[in-house]
């Protein structure tokens, strides 16, 4: 199997915002590998870490990479800069997505699929693949024209994220609790998007506190993040257990 | 009549808005009460001034590192006097202020009040009240001057006017170059209860610094018409109903005064006058 | 021998800032006297009532003071200042038959082309007269008059005399005065009752010569329930003296009339822009100002609207973008004087590279305008710690009737928005520079699309160099 992301011993702080010129320690050396095809999930309580691990693989700045390594398709990505990793098949799909005023959805989308494959994009062809998708996702036509999530709902911003995603076709889709605050039915389309986009060529690693958007998913991975370490691994069976039991059973794994 | 400039903004605009200085009587001025306060580092206190009779009030304070004043300034000046006030406070290294301002008295008055968050961290809150009525002159000039890193500023004013009277609120956010990740914020809501009132604001934001949020938000309308009629649907009288709702929008500062009595004193006093109406 | 250093003084403006030799037919001396308005007057062969008015406005310019508010105005001297400079060409409705120089500089400017594709009628204004003037025929047959203002004074010298400098009176500030006094060129348009000019009328003022002044008049009437779209256009070349620019523009917007009026103007760094712009509009009137502010060394510009009819409406639109060495002062007033008055402002500032920029305004409610209605949002963009943003209103309301509010931000690009942005591949500078034409786009989509994309060019000039 192809190795998509490689992540050992990776150790991730952030500034301090209270105390000056020191920073936290949030993940305390992580090894996590995806290949291609796969679906990972990592679960655990509030705080743990799990959208520190994100971010830290996008490369927002606040995070810095103290120690370990962080590969996609062998290439260090330490040293790149967020748009690079996007560009070289990096997806986030943000748990609060951002307001952009002014700027269209359909604009920003057909602006970042130039940038991330290089190529001019046709108007009228992007446009239909577009439609498609949205309704695909249950989007109305009208959001298209909208300025990015200003004005959206909860759900909608999260469906605009899968929207990019399926738009995108990236290599490595990192979902951060891309379900949180979706009714049923939302959480019904939008698993219904990740599954339309997952394929032998691509992998997902998804954050989730709700189960349910899994059942849909053959899960390959489980990983669960408690205090910036990984205290358990396995198969689908672990969702199962942590939906029944929480992750009290764990404590004693430290 | 011999008239002195009191106050100013701090950028001037168009002359004919008569809003670029506060004058008063020279008289006024004359005799002081005077009080200077230094709150030590890590010392927390609560002060409470009120005007009753003096003309003229200056009250300078500075609040050491880490410490903390809640200042609570009435100005409840009989109803035939003229009166000016000035507060001037300093804030070091993350000390706090929280300054409860009422200005309900007096026939004719301008307070003005400069903060000045200095040190890194430091914080200021600050809630005012005003009340006009009958041909009631109020001006007033706040300014919050960012200058540490990390300051935050907030400034909420509740204002309600009837009669004849005529206010002037100015509201200074000043975020100096170097007031790195500083959050000021200002807020004005005036209801205007008759047809003689003249309500001017002003609020100002001034930056040079990129790196801070800043908002002003200023609104003025008549008193709410739903409310009135819902109340008035429960049985109230029209009077009842504006006094009810009047209060209400007063509630966020008067809540903040900690004294039953103090605080009894100007409800009862705002509702006579609004009795009077 | 020392190796000199190549500074990059200016952004790259090359569109604008070509410059013609100046060829000019005849100038006045610099500075402001009796003699060069007598002078000016008799070679525009004024009506003897115009020569009175203005002599009247340089007395009245001589007493005024200069304003004690706002930018610092000391760098103006108007000794030194030519105020009429007379291109050698006569006013012309076929661009055959402008002085090819002349030509060349408004078709880099691409206003022939627009005349052919966008616009129902263009003037074109170089230095102090306007050299071209046309209108499509069919708009002259309902009875559309748009000509040169001097045109207008000989030909339609009552309904000028009514109206010319009505709304803004000499007295009304130094600047006003100064107008008054030494007014030259600017557009003259009146629409009859009921009709729409359904394709904008573009007036395009260009400044070529150093040192000089340009202070056109524009004056526009729009009869009861008719329509128009006036855009006015403006640049100069870049010189190492002050030019000065005092224009002036009345708006007459009559009942049930709505006149949109959409400036962009880049007027080059030397430039002092103090220009005064007023609109009344009558019962159930609309007057819509789309302003974008992108050049000048100084500018102070807040177009203002008196409502004076029932239910008349204002919508202002503004963007203003200040850089290196620029001062820009503008804003919008707004005066409520009848019952259910309603009014708009939004405005977006970008400050950087040590640029100032002001939001001032004034929104008026008199005591005959229960239930006036105003709201203002205003936000300003700050990128990066040397510049300045100042936001200024001031709201003074009588009666109980009115419903006003205002909104103000202040701030930088957020981080975060970079990040999202990145995410989706696209890079840093980009993602900065799509955030900052985001932030105008309130205002660019207000625009007919080729200013629109005038605008963005704008900024992105704007931007270059200061990304990443």
Request: with cysteine.
């Amino acid at each position: 199997m192809e190795k998509l992301l490689n992540i050992k011993n990776l150790q991730v702080t952030v500034a301090d915002n209270e105390a000056e010129d020191a920073s936290k320690e949030i993940l305390k050396g992580i090894d996590l590998q995806v290949n291609k095809g796969e679906i990972h999930v990592v679960l655990g309580p509030n705080g743990s870490g799990k959208s520190t691990l994100m971010n830290a693989i996008m490369g927002h700045p606040k995070y810095e990479i103290a120690g370990g390594s962080l590969e996609f398709e062998g290439e260090d990505l330490t040293e790149l800069k967020t748009f690079e990793r996007a560009r070289k098949g990096i997806f986030l799909s943000f748990q609060t997505p951002e307001e952009i005023p002014g700027i269209t959805v359909e604009n920003m989308i057909r602006t970042a699929k130039q940038a991330v494959t290089g190529e001019n994009i046709k108007v009228v062809k992007f446009r239909r693949e577009l439609k498609a998708a949205m309704k695909e996702l249950q989007m109305d036509e009208s959001y298209a024209q909208r300025y990015m999530n200003v004005g959206f709902s909860g759900g909608e911003k999260k469906r605009n994220e899968i929207l990019q995603m399926l738009m995108l076709q990236p290599k490595l889709a990192l979902l951060d609790e891309t379900d949180s605050g979706l009714d049923v039915d939302a959480i019904q389309i939008v698993s219904n998007g990740v599954k339309k986009f997952h394929n032998e060529d691509n992998a997902c690693l998804i954050i989730t506190h709700n189960t349910r958007i899994l059942k849909q998913l053959n899960v390959d991975k489980v990983h669960v993040l408690m205090q910036g370490k990984i205290v358990a691994e396995g198969g689908p069976e672990l969702i199962e257990k942590i939906d029944k039991e929480g992750f009290g059973f764990l404590q004693g794994a430290e | 009549m011999n008239k002195e400039i009191f106050s100013e903004i701090p950028m001037r605009t168009w002359n004919w808005l008569g809003v670029n200085e506060a004058t008063v009587d020279k008289d006024l001025l004359v005799e002081s009460q005077k009080l200077d306060i230094d709150i030590e580092a890590d010392h927390h206190e609560k002060m409470v001034v009120e005007y009753r009779k003096e003309s003229y009030g200056i009250v300078n304070i500075s609040i050491g590192e880490n410490a903390s004043l809640k200042l609570t300034q009435l100005q409840l000046m009989p109803e035939e006097r003229n009166h000016a006030n000035e507060v001037n406070i300093v804030l070091e290294k993350k000390a706090r202020l929280q300054l409860v301002a009422v200005e309900t008295g007096a026939k004719s008055f301008a307070s003005k009040v400069n903060i000045i968050l200095k040190g890194d961290k430091s914080q200021a809150d600050v809630s005012v009240l005003y009340f006009g009525d009958g041909d009631r002159s109020l001006d007033m000039n706040y300014v919050l001057d960012f200058q540490g890193r990390k300051t935050v500023g907030n400034l909420e004013v509740y204002g309600g006017l009837m009669g004849e009277s005529q206010k002037i609120f100015r509201g200074t956010l000043d975020f100096k170059q170097g007031s790195k990740q500083a959050k000021g914020y200002e807020k004005e809501n005036v209801v205007v209860l008759s047809k003689g009132v003249r309500n001017r604001s002003v609020p100002i934001m001034l930056s040079g610094e990129d790196d801070v949020v800043g908002n002003h938000a200023v609104s003025s309308g008549k008193i709410n018409e739903d409310k009135l009629h819902y109340l008035m649907s429960r049985g109230l009288s029209p009077a009842e109903a504006r006094k009810l709702v009047l209060e209400a929008a007063f509630n966020p500062v008067l809540e903040l005064i900690e004294d039953e009595v103090l605080r009894q004193e100007i409800d009862s006093y705002i509702k006579e006058r609004l009795e009077n109406e | 021998m020392a190796q000199e250093k190549t500074y990059i003084e200016d952004i790259e403006r090359t569109l604008y800032d070509i410059k013609n030799v100046d060829k000019s037919k005849y100038k006045s001396q610099s500075g402001l006297t009796e003699d060069i308005i007598r002078d000016i007057s008799a070679r525009k062969n004024d009506p003897e009532w115009m020569l009175e008015f203005r002599l009247k406005s340089l007395e009245v310019y001589n007493q005024l003071s200069l304003p004690n508010w706002g930018p610092d105005l000391s760098e103006l001297n108007m000794d030194e200042i030519v105020t009429y400079v007379q291109p050698d060409a006569k006013m012309t409705g076929s661009w055959d038959e402008v002085p090819e120089d002349i030509k060349d500089t408004f078709d880099r400017l691409g206003i022939p082309e627009a005349e052919q594709t966008s616009l129902a009628g263009v003037g074109a204004q170089y230095d102090s007269e306007v050299v071209y003037h046309s209108i499509q025929e069919d708009l002259v047959k309902q009875g559309v008059i748009y000509t040169d203002m001097e045109t207008a004074l000989h030909e339609h010298e009552e309904i000028v005399r009514d109206h010319f400098m009505k709304l803004v009176p000499p007295k009304d500030h130094k600047f006003a005065a100064l107008h008054g006094a030494v007014w030259s060129g600017g557009s003259f348009v009146y629409v009859p009752e009921g009709v729409h000019v359904e394709i904008p009328l573009q007036s395009y003022f260009r400044l070529n010569a150093a040192g000089a002044g340009q202070f056109e008049h524009t004056l526009i009437i729009v009869e009861k329930n008719a329509s128009l779209h006036f855009i006015e256009g403006c640049s100069a070349p870049k010189y190492n003296v002050t030019n000065l620019h005092a224009g002036c523009v009345e708006l007459f917007v009559n009942d049930g009339a709505r006149l949109r009026y959409s400036t962009i103007e880049n007027w080059s760094r030397n430039m002092m822009n103090l220009n005064t712009k007023r609109a009344v509009v009558g019962k159930d009137g609309v007057i819509e100002w789309v302003s974008g502010s992108f050049g000048s060394h100084v500018s102070m510009l807040y177009p203002c609207s008196v409502l004076k009819g029932e239910n008349a409406k204002c919508e202002f639109t503004g963007v203003t973008f200040a850089s290196k060495g620029q001062n820009l002062d503008t804003g919008a007033s707004v005066i409520h004087c009848a019952p259910h008055t309603s009014a708009n402002i939004s405005t977006r500032t970008i400050s950087k590279a040590g640029g100032k920029a002001t939001y001032r305004s004034a929104v008026k409610v008199t005591k005959n305008a229960p239930y006036a209605k105003c709201s203002v949002n205003c936000e300003s963009l700050m990128l990066d710690d040397i510049s300045r943003s100042d936001t200024l209103p001031t709201m003074d309301i009588e009666g109980d009737e009115a419903d006003i509010g205002h909104e103000a931000t202040i701030g930088r690009i957020s981080d975060e928005a970079i990040f999202y942005l990145m995410s989706r591949g696209i890079s840093e500078d980009e993602a900065r520079s799509m955030i900052v034409r985001g932030f105008v786009e309130p205002i660019a989509k207000e625009l007919p699309l080729e200013y629109a994309v005038e605008m963005n060019n704008l900024v992105n000039i704007e931007l270059e160099g200061t990304m990443g």
